[in-house]
């Protein structure tokens, strides 16, 4: 759909969704290279110019499958004044920004972010760049828009220095991983990034995706894009537990995360599997002091899109109800062409309450925005 047919039909809708406000938890800038230069030092900057960049997913350029469109984008997000998608501040602010009467975005850039490199050093480099640029273009620009602070996590040192580096900074919103970690999160590598994020009071957000150099399942990589794309409530779920079960939130109490499109369907039998198996196996787990779904509950919020919507809309608030509507935070993913219309996301039937609380009230709680 264009961005002039949206602009038709904004009636009673766009009425309806202004007044509930909107924080929208998953929006994707778009970087260049050339954008993060003057945040890299010489070396860096060279070392980009002759090698390039270099993860270890196998895929020297390019995408495992070739998506849905081009960069993963709605057809109508590409500026008519040149440039990618989500690329060009006034244009997002026209199509999105404005147009929806976005309260505040929390951006997750992923490309380039340093995230996945194959060179650890280089991947920090371009991960401080990546949060320079955040804070001096897009929240310079708009002050709606949040930072992620991005971490080379499979270097957690560096990750932690990051983290000390940018505490007390709130133009940053949360923490951000990615799913296909080299190692599952629970494990004790991963720790300083999470002491870190505890220091600084920052959750942690985990967006699907990521640069390990693993199949998208555990039995190799699969044939189509749309079982990639379903995979990744996969590796949240993998994360999940991995989490619980080495037992990070009793180390972290106050540790918070947010996982970031993939879905929430699966938590209730998540939930529900984990406490059956854990009652016949909790010897073997003496570090964990409550039931799995209890620090799943207590310790774990997800973004809405994509949302598992089924045919009866009462199925859909059965879930979430089973969930805690507490934990679930309104996100669009723009301007990915699965893209979810702030205006329609959410169906009435939830009632106009669950609705104020998933579109912004427990976003601004988690995040502690004004």
């Not at 709605?74 to 026209?94: H, I, K, N, T, V």
């Not at 147009?99 to 505040?104: A, N, R």
């Not at 608030?317 to 723009?334: C, K, N, V």
């Not at 893209?339 to 996301?345: C, R, Y």
Request: with cysteine.
């Amino acid at each position: 759909m264009n961005i002039e047919a949206r602009q038709v039909d904004r009636s009673a809708k766009e009425k309806s969704a202004t007044k509930l406000q909107i924080i929208d938890c998953d929006i994707h800038p778009k970087s260049s290279f050339e954008d993060l230069r003057p945040y890299l030092s010489n070396r860096w900057w060279d070392y980009a110019q002759t090698y390039g960049s270099r993860s270890h997913h196998g895929y020297v350029k390019g995408f495992p499958y070739p998506k849905a469109q081009p960069l993963a984008s709605r057809r109508d997000s590409w500026p008519p004044g040149g440039g990618l998608p989500a690329s060009d501040y006034e244009f997002m602010r026209q199509q999105h920004l404005d147009f929806y009467g976005i309260e505040y975005g929390v951006m997750n850039p992923l490309s380039p972010s340093g995230q996945g490199e194959q060179n650890d050093e280089f991947s920090a480099a371009l991960a401080f760049a990546a949060n320079e640029y955040q804070l001096n273009h897009w929240n310079a620009l708009d002050p709606r828009l949040k930072a992620s602070l991005i971490v080379p996590y499979e270097d957690p040192d560096a990750s932690r220095a990051e983290i000390r580096k940018r505490a007390g900074d709130r133009r940053f919103a949360h923490v951000l991983m990615l799913t296909r970690t080299s190692e599952l999160m629970g494990r004790r590598r991963y720790w300083p990034i999470y002491e870190a994020a505890c220091e600084a009071g920052l959750p942690v957000g985990v967006h699907v995706f990521g640069y390990s150099g693993r199949a998208a399942s555990n039995t190799g990589w699969p044939s189509f894009y749309i079982e990639e794309m379903t995979e990744h409530s996969n590796a949240c779920q993998a994360q999940v537990m991995s989490l619980i079960m080495e037992g990070v939130f009793e180390s972290f109490p106050q540790l918070k995360m947010v996982f970031i499109e993939g879905g929430f369907g699966w938590i209730p039998s998540l939930a529900h599997r984990l406490d059956r198996n854990w009652k016949r196996m909790a010897s073997g787990l003496p570090h964990l002091k409550r039931k799995p779904s209890e620090y799943l509950h207590d310790h774990f919020w997800v973004t809405t899109q994509p949302m598992e919507e089924p045919e009866n809309p009462a199925h859909l608030a059965e879930i979430m109800a089973a969930i805690g509507f507490d934990r679930i935070l309104f996100s669009s993913d723009y301007p990915h062409w699965d893209f979810d219309d702030p205006f329609v996301a959410l169906p009435a039937s939830l009632g106009e309450e669950r609705r104020k609380q998933i579109y912004s009230r427990n976003a601004r709680a988690l995040y502690g925005f004004a």
